[in-house]
Every structure is written in structure tokens, then in C-alpha cells.
């Protein structure tokens, strides 16, 4: 079965810009969560949606933002970019909301650099 | 302000030898913690976990040990292997609102284990 798939792969853009990555979950999974990995700071989370919904959401400002479709795939928004957005951002799929065991599975990332 | 922290951002091991990583975290409503690994250009991947009503968890080389009263918890993998070099997350969960769970993850520690 097909694991999580993130796009794209690498990004560069520009500060001020927008940017929407893309998750498409392992099938039947209906939970997306989605990370952002910086050096140093470990995994943060920023959102997660379930059925379309968002169920929890991070400390991070309102620039980020997210959506979840009928089919499960998520993406997810930065709007006016800063360098301090340079990070990998990770997404997770589980079969119900929330992550509490061995059936979250991450993507391999966007690795998403301002400039 | 991190609840969970994982004091060594890097650690050495010779093949054969016990590594042991370490983790400490703040809020004493976590209830469940996890281990990941995570190889570069990978996403993380689920490694062990253990819920607070036990101290101990073992899987094979990998055992967990939770001490409560510390708010401290440890992976040792025994004996290591130089497949075992990667990232090593710790994280815990928390009941949150509604039905959901969040992760809180550490900033890794970088295993390295020497042939």
C-alpha cells in the first residue's frame, strides 16, 4: 500500500511569497497532521485535520494555514514568507484523530527554503 | 517553552556497545510517549512507545524505561549497530479537547555508531 506522499519534494522561494504544499495519505487513513523541523527545535507541530475539519492547531501565527479535502489530502499555506520559514515540513496520516500509536506515518517532507 | 527536551543533540557509540538516549519533559498530563528514528531525506518512522501505567517497554534490541517521579524517560538499544545512526525523537502525548491527541516532540539527538 502506498505510504504518505508530500509535494513537492524541494521549494525555493522568495521572501513575501506564498507557498501551498501538498499531502495525499495512506489510503483509508482520514487524518493528516502536518510538522514543521527546524535544527534545533525538534518537530512543531502546526495543525491537524480530521474529516475536513481542523481539530488542533500549533503556536504558530495565522500566515500558516491549512485544508483538508473530501478525499483526505491536505495542503497546507504559508502566505507572506520570512527566512525563519526555511524549514523541512513534515505530514502524518493516521487512521482516526489524534496520534497516540504506532499508526501515524510521516511523509518524506518539503523542504521548503526562502530566500 | 519546551515540554519535551532532549538534552544531547548528538551521541557516539562504538558497534556492539549500549547506546542510551535521553529525554525529560515538563507537563506531568503526558500520558503516552513514542520514540521515532529518522534517516535524512526520510520522514520520521514510529520506533517504540510506552504509556504511564508501566516503567518498562522492550522490543527486541530497543527498550524504553519511563520514571515517572522524574518526568524522565530513556531509550537504550542494545547492542547497536552502525544501521542505527540517525535522528531519534522523542516524543509524548497528551489528552487534548474534544476526542483528539497532540504530539509534543523533542529536538532529536544525533546517534552515531561507529564500526
Known amino acids: 500500500k502506498a505510504g504518505v506522499t508530500q509535494t513537492p519534494r524541494y521549494l525555493i522561494k522568495t521572501r513575501g511569497q506564498q507557498v501551498t504544499l501538498s499531502c495525499s495519505p495512506i489510503?483509508?487513513?482520514?487524518?493528516v497532521s502536518w510538522y514543521q523541523q527546524t535544527p534545533g527545535q525538534g518537530l512543531q507541530f502546526l495543525f491537524e485535520?480530521?474529516?475536513?475539519?481542523?481539530?488542533n492547531k500549533g503556536n504558530f501565527p495565522g500566515r500558516f494555514s491549512g485544508r483538508q479535502f473530501s478525499n483526505s489530502r491536505s495542503e497546507m499555506n504559508v502566505s507572506t514568507l520570512e527566512l525563519g520559514d526555511s524549514a523541512l515540513y513534515l505530514c502524518?496520516?493516521?487512521?482516526?484523530?489524534?496520534?497516540?500509536?504506532?499508526?501515524?506515518?510521516f511523509g518524506q517532507g518539503t523542504r521548503l527554503t526562502v530566500v | 517553552d519546551q515540554q519535551v527536551k532532549q538534552n544531547s543533540p548528538s551521541l557516539s557509540v562504538q558497534e556492539g556497545r549500549i547506546s542510551i538516549l535521553n529525554c525529560d519533559y515538563t507537563?506531568?498530563?503526558?500520558?503516552?510517549f513514542l520514540w521515532y528514528k529518522k534517516y535524512p531525506a526520510e520522514g520520521p518512522t514510529f520506533l517504540i512507545s510506552?504509556?504511564?501505567?508501566?516503567d518498562k517497554n522492550e522490543d527486541g534490541r530497543f527498550t524504553v524505561f519511563l520514571n515517572k517521579s522524574a518526568k524522565h524517560l530513556s531509550l537504550h538499544i542494545v547492542p547497536s549497530q552502525p544501521g542505527d545512526s540517525a535522528v531519534y525523537f522523542c516524543?509524548?502525548?497528551?489528552?487534548?479537547?474534544?476526542?483528539?491527541?497532540?504530539?509534543?516532540f523533542g529536538s532529536g539527538t544525533q546517534l552515531t555508531v561507529l564500526p
Open positions: 502524518a496520516s493516521s487512521t482516526g484523530p489524534g496520534i497516540m500509536n504506532t499508526e501515524a506515518f
Open positions: 489510503s483509508g487513513h482520514r487524518s
Open positions: 485535520y480530521f474529516s475536513e475539519t481542523q481539530r
Open positions: 507537563n506531568s498530563m503526558f500520558d503516552y
Open positions: 510506552i504509556s504511564s501505567i508501566k
Open positions: 516524543a509524548a502525548s497528551a489528552y487534548s479537547s474534544g476526542s483528539a491527541r497532540q504530539l509534543t
